[in-house]
């Protein structure tokens, strides 16, 4: 039997990142699935990218920021970054064509225990540190919640959007930029009228994840020289704190040393 894990209450953190920008993260998620959602508020449409885990109620907890038709933009169809959208069926979502499939199938993590993880899978994550003997997370969301009932469900998306396409909240306006390589479908919305990237798990301040089923790395060599050359003044990763041009750089520059032929 697993220990009693205690409540936390809120679960989700909500910061305000620059000005209309809003990072929420999990906290007691551990570090293999603690990812990044943003809010952006628009003057005509708010934006969400990403959803989490759906262990805690997202909605709930964003009641305050969303006034306006709510966008709800997923990154990529992993567990982390869509197994919230359930609680936003009221909003458009909006997912690349080759994510669209996994979108829709129920995400294959159930409960939430390392132990659902296939052997060689366990090795690999114990390699890289993580305690696998023990849960995806340090605390329940509320008294009684059942961490062995945790699915993840599939959705179905409103759009299909892809590169070239645009997610236009009124006030300011994304492009949709095609960033393959951790997923076959991942994508990055940029704003450059003033430099923002939200870029899902296509890059950010931490380990990237290349070698896991529907990663590509010669396609995400691609994405990184593209990154690499992009303008940006600020990241707002799917992990991580969010970061500038210059780090942006280090980072596609050090992708690109260890895996470039
Ligand atoms: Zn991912
Ligand atoms: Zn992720």
Redesign the pocket.
Known sequence: MPAMLPVADPWFTVEAVEPGVYRITEPHCDRLVR?NCFLVKGGERDLLVDSGMGIGRLRPALAALIDRPLILVTT?A?V??RGGHGAFADAAILVHPAEADDLRRPGRTSGLGFDQFDPATRAELAAAGFDVDGLLVDAVPEPGYDVAAYRCPGIEPTRLIEEGDAVDLGSRRFAVLHLPG??PG?IGLWDAADGTLLA??AIYDGVL?DTIPGADIPAYVGTMRRLAGLPVRVVHG?HKPSFGRERMVAIAQDYLRTREK
């Open positions: 990812a990529h992993h982390d970054h951790h997923s991942s899902g798990d994840v799917g």
